[in-house]
């Protein structure tokens, strides 16, 4: 009679306690959840900078140099409720889309051309490496002597400030489309605006988006400055000049508070517009985590 192997597991499993098998998914903490979300550990950075500013400003007892957070407040909330800030920030949003809106169009132009010919392409370098290192806020005399004083010479001053990053990045996103991607385009018959549109654009949004922002943030601080030195068109003016004029009033707190709204509108657009532009083409694509 043959005699039989004992059976012998190729894998010995441990014990495994029976409660602790049943836990499925365990609950997370209030302090987890506060951790696990963006919005509220920023909020945490900005309530942190906020303490270390009123602390500073109480140790430093001289309100001409730095105001408290708690003055600078109070400030920003009168502004706001006699109407003035706002109506300041409505003109000056009103002039930086009017900048921002041209110097895209310019950039896309710019940039399609950059892609469909050699020409362009050399056309689109050799104007960036010229115009490109220059500061927007030098060309504010010249703004003066071709559009005068008001709002032609701040959109003269976006459009330069808006134009160059954005073609950059928009060109350098598209040079950077696989030679895959292109090839497939073209089997399908797209040639101009519909190969750049089709092709092109999705492919290269992510560099296209980094450059939106930096032409957002170089609008912005742009727009500020010049309102700064020649804000007031017809007896009125933007945030710069609203804190042009407190400035010479010596009205240190509702100064700073002009600086916060800059700041706040600046995290408005970031965290609001771009950020869920960013969720909805990009991060929905798998193009960044």
């Known amino acids: 009679m043959p005699s039989v192997e004992p059976s012998r597991p190729d894998f010995v499993t441990p014990g495994i306690d029976q409660p602790m098998a049943a836990v499925i998914e365990k609950p997370l903490t209030l302090a987890e959840h506060l951790y696990g979300s963006a919005f509220s550990r920023k909020l945490a950075i900005l309530a942190l900078l906020c303490v270390v500013w009123q602390i500073y400003a109480a140790s430093l007892d001289n309100p001409l140099l730095l105001p408290s957070f708690a003055a600078t407040a109070e400030a920003l909330f009168q502004a706001i409720l006699s109407g003035g800030l706002l109506a300041r920030a409505a003109l000056s949003l009103k002039v930086l889309l009017m900048g921002y809106a041209a110097g895209l169009a310019l950039a896309m132009l710019l940039s399609a051309l950059a892609v469909s010919s050699r020409i362009g392409s050399d ?167």
């Open 123 to 289: 056309l689109l370098e050799t104007l960036t490496a010229m115009f490109n290192p220059l500061p927007s806020i030098a060309l504010l005399p010249i703004a003066l002597l071709w559009f005068g004083l008001g709002n032609g010479s701040t959109v003269f001053v976006l459009i330069h400030s808006v134009l160059w990053p954005v073609a950059l990045n928009t060109h350098a996103g598209f040079t950077a489309v696989s030679t895959t991607l292109r090839m497939v385009g073209r089997n399908y018959g797209l040639r101009g605006p519909r190969y750049v549109a089709q092709i092109l654009v999705p492919a290269a949004f992510p560099s296209i988006l980094a450059g939106l922002k930096i032409g957002w943030a170089f609008a912005w601080r742009t727009l500020i400055a010049a309102e700064l030195i020649f804000g007031v068109t017809s007896g009125s003016g933007g945030l710069g000049w609203f804190i042009f004029e407190r400035k010479n009033d010596l009205d240190i707190p509702a100064v700073f508070a002009g600086l916060v709204s800059v700041i706040i509108i600046g995290l408005l657009v970031e965290n609001g517009i771009f950020r869920n532009l960013e969720a909805a083409t990009v991060r929905k694509w798998g193009m960044q985590h």
